[in-house]
């Protein structure tokens, strides 16, 4: 996904929660007290906060910020490279000693950071990192990338991965660092600090590196946190954390093994030497608050939070909540899967007086959103249990208004978690879906086939022969050509689905393939050139099993709805099919295909199932409704018909050769080795849409297949064209019902600038298309340009994403990033 699409993703998915009044909100009150706030102008319990420990009104902290502004002022505006505010020194001494180690204060935790990282990674280095580590490490490390350091991501599911990558960085890299979050933010795991001492013990020259922001203040000697509570200060590790949060004051920290490393960062650390530092009534908050953690007051606030946190565990055992992880963090995660079960039931939630946060994308994965419930020892225990019976009953209504089972959400969070979580299975919940009053409650069956004779042919190809590649016949040849045997990426498994009304008339129908695809399939140019070339290593690099409406054989709209009838539960029917599929099938993500831009009411439901729209390329049609190629020009604009006029000039130094079924003749296997590797030419430098190639022995199936043609096209050697009179392009098209559809293409690129051999392509096909009677050609995407010039119309097209996790999608932006590096570089 580029830039501007994620931007987009994420726009809607905010602008959508905003709407239900759940995002983006301002508090009313006049006063803060306690867990109570002021929203949509009433009082509610807030289970949103991050003060975990509920030290903000803490009498010896308001009288730290007193004391600090009267002596020092509202700022000290002098950057930390020149002259620090004079209570630094105080609260970084109080810090050494919570924390046995070297703290560096800075005025973020993330600032901290980008002022560490940069400075601990040369280009000697290298950091390999959770790829659920917080965002501004990931930031921070894209710094040190930019100064030669290498990093590299391993999936969150899958950390024990991480130590056969270290290892093998190490025998390279000077130092190699591996970076996690000690209390991952969103779901609440707690770092597998098992594993993490394995990761050091790989070689001497391994470190790790800590963001422990959520674990700080509530566990550990001193409030020292949660990471260093389970794993003790090591001369190899650097640890960051927050002033905010539980510790309730302002800024954040870095604690270093050693003072050398700590004074290397504070004068090269180019983000905290340029930025603004922390101001005294922070300062004055945080010492009090060291004050306070460096005494056993302390321990009664892990106590009280500990005894809310253990109040939650028994609540959530008598309720079964869907917890996704059970440890001793105050943040629980419930898992509702899709982004709008989350918003209807904090909402349902909100309405009852508890605001919760409902954590979806990019946070989390898509189809692993949930609530994300913070509990405070500043929560009473009547809030703690009213609100989490208020969750328990209105969980059901909101699974069930999207067809969400438990059994969906224990299947759709497997390997979320480095470690076994604590799922358990429940059956689906009791309360019915809401009824549809958008069409006749009337029953519709689902039907489901592996194999396209399975169906009728003339009932298929009334519903989508038409649409691109999709006839009958046409996907007998691909199940005939794409079978298990072959390369990897040839091994395609068809899936057909039909919903039909109690009289049998289907009101919705589509198939799927299952198919290895490359992830940079819809990424630019230089982002797939630059994965191509990982992939002369690795041919399968950055590669996921999907699960694709059509095929990799096929373009168009594969989706019919007869919308005349209850099309919209029809298409929640085969949605859910889909879904069931990807799991049966263990495919990484599930893609809806070159569906038409605009349609709003389609696109509704598809965005309330989880899915990210992406902007395909358009699509261009060319509707052959005039009598003659005189009235055709006719139509066309000045500077198009003298285009056309050009073309058709030229076209009599031209000519075309027609093979397959119906010509009744078949090329020789030279020719299709030629043909092929005209072909190849072709695909290898469409990198803009980039997919495996299609197997050499398709070409022979298509000459046997009724539903396709294959065409050549020669230049006449008087007009500069090859003598031996072998062809300078070459286009396989699908025929059926009047609709005329090129698919593939190949073409001499000594021909094509000089001579037009594409244009020259582009218009036998139009003379083809006629000759055949058809009333439609399928022009295809890309290229638009030219298309257009023959006087196409333009159709936009999106794809619709769902991946089970950004692990892939994570590696990709940092080989983005690369790219990006590069291109400023150069």
């Known amino acids: 996904m580029e830039t501007s699409e994620f931007l987009d993703t994420v726009d809607r998915i905010h602008g959508d929660a905003h709407d239900r009044g759940l995002y983006f909100l301002t508090a009313q009150d006049q006063r803060l007290r306690e867990r109570r706030i ?8 807030s289970f949103s906060s991050c003060s975990y420990l509920g030290l903000e009104h803490h009498p010896a902290l308001v009288a730290g910020v007193v004391d600090a502004v009267e002596r020092y002022g509202t700022q000290f505006s002098s950057s930390r490279g020149y002259v620090s505010a004079p209570p630094y020194a105080e609260l970084e001494a109080l810090l050494d000693r919570i924390f046995d ?49 290498r990093t590299s991501l391993v999936r969150h599911g899958e950390l024990e991965k991480a130590v056969d990558e270290v290892r093998r960085l190490s ?7 591996f970076a996690v979050d000690g209390v991952f933010s969103m779901y609440g795991d707690l770092a597998p600090v098992p594993l993490l001492r394995e990761v050091l013990s790989v070689a001497d020259n391994v470190w790790l590196y800590v963001d422990d922001a959520h674990g700080m203040s509530w566990a550990g000697r001193h409030g020292r946190g949660s990471f260093l509570s389970r794993m003790p200060m090591h001369d190899r590790l650097v640890l960051g954390t927050s002033l905010n949060k539980a510790f309730s004051a302002g800024g954040g920290c870095i604690v270093f093994p050693d003072r050398a490393t700590r004074e290397r960062v504070l004068r090269c650390g180019g983000a905290h030497v340029f930025s603004g530092p922390l101001q005294p009534p922070m300062l004055g908050a945080a010492i009090a608050s060291a004050h306070l953690h460096l005494s056993d007051e302390i321990i009664g606030y892990q106590r009280a939070l500990r005894s809310r946190v253990d109040q939650c565990h028994a609540l959530v055992d008598e309720l079964d909540l869907p917890l996704l992880d059970r440890n001793e963090s105050p943040i629980l995660f419930f ?17 009852d007086g508890y605001y919760v946060t409902p954590s979806t994308y990019p946070s989390v994965p898509l189809r692993r959103s949930g609530i994300r419930f913070s509990v405070t020892a500043a929560h009473s225990a009547e809030q703690v249990e009213d ?61 489901r086939r592996e194999r396209i004779d399975a169906l009728d042919p003339a009932e298929w190809d009334r519903m989508l022969g038409t649409a691109g590649s999709c006839s009958h016949a046409a996907l007998e040849l691909a199940e005939a050509v794409f079978q298990p045997g072959g390369a990897p990426e040839d091994d395609w498994r068809f899936t057909y689905l039909v919903v039909r009304d109690p009289q049998g008339r289907p009101v919705a129908a589509t198939f799927f393939t299952t198919m290895l695809s490359k992830d940079d399939m819809l990424m630019r140019d230089e982002v797939s050139r630059a994965v191509e070339a990982r992939r002369a290593r690795d041919p399968y690099f950055l590669t996921s099993r999907i699960l694709t409406m059509g095929s990799g054989f096929s373009e168009g709209n594969h989706l019919f709805l007869d919308r ?47 899915f990210v729209r992406i902007p395909m390329f358009d699509s261009h049609r060319l509707v052959l409704d005039w009598q003659d190629e005189a009235q055709w020009h006719h139509r066309l604009s000045r500077r198009k018909r003298q285009h056309i006029q050009q073309i058709a000039a030229q076209s009599v130094h031209v000519r075309r050769e027609v093979y397959g079924a119906g010509a009744g003749r078949v090329p020789a296997e030279a020719l299709l080795d030629r043909l092929y590797q005209m072909y190849r030419a072709v695909s290898s430098r469409k990198l803009r849409l980039n997919v495996f190639p299609l197997p050499r022995h398709l070409l022979r199936a298509l000459c046997d297949s009724p539903a396709w043609e294959l065409v050549t096209v ?54 083809r298309a006629r000759q055949l009677g058809a009333t439609e050609v399928h ?48």
């Not at 002022?115 to 930031?139: N, Y």
């Not at 085969?574 to 009411?601: F, I, K």
């Not at 600038?753 to 139009?766: C, L, P, S, W």
Request: net charge negative.
């Open 714 to 767: 020669h230049l006449d050697p008087a007009a500069g064209g090859p003598a031996d009179g072998r062809p300078v392009a070459w286009y396989a098209a699908h025929h059926h019902a009047g609709h005329y559809a090129p698919f593939l293409c190949g073409l001499d690129y000594d021909y094509v600038f000089e001579h037009g051999a594409y244009r020259a392509m582009i218009y036998q096909v139009v003379q």
């Open 101 to 149: 180690g070297h703290v560096l204060v800075t005025s973020t935790t993330t600032l901290g950071h980008q002022s560490a990282i940069p400075v601990l990674l040369t280009e000697r280095d290298a950091m390999v990192m959770d790829h659920q580590v917080h965002h501004s490490i990931q930031v921070a490390a894209r710094l040190a990338q930019a100064g030669g350091a």
């Open 779 to 826: 022009l295809g995407m890309d290229a638009d340009l030219e298309k257009e010039r023959f006087g196409s119309e333009r159709r936009g097209n999106s794809v619709y994403l769902q991946a089970r996790d950004h692990y892939n999608g994570a590696l990709l932006q940092e080989i983005v990033a690369e790219v990006g590096l590069e291109r400023r570089a150069g």
């Open 335 to 351: 898992r509702t899967g899709l982004p709008q079960v989350a918003f209807d039931l904090s909402r349902r939630l909100l309405d």
């Open 171 to 177: 025998r390279t890299c000077d130092r190699v660092w």
């Open 387 to 447: 609100a989490l019976r208020a969750l328990a009953a209105h969980l059901p209504a909101a699974l069930a208004t999207e067809g969400v089972s438990r059994a969906d959400l224990d299947e759709g969070f497997r390997g979320t978690l480095p470690r076994a979580a604590h799922l358990r299975a429940l059956p689906r919940p009791e309360a019915p879906p809401p009824a549809d009053d958008r069409a006749p409650a009337v029953a519709l069956v689902l039907e």
């Open 38 to 45: 002021r929203v949509h102008d009433r009082d509610v319990v």
């Open 564 to 610: 005349t009838g209850p099309w919209q539960r029809a298409l929640d029917m085969l949605l859910d099919a889909a879904v069931d599929l990807q799991e049966e099938h263990d495919a990484a993500a599930l893609l809806l295909r070159d569906l038409p831009t605009g349609d709003d009411a389609l696109d509704r439901i598809i965005h309330a199932r989880g």
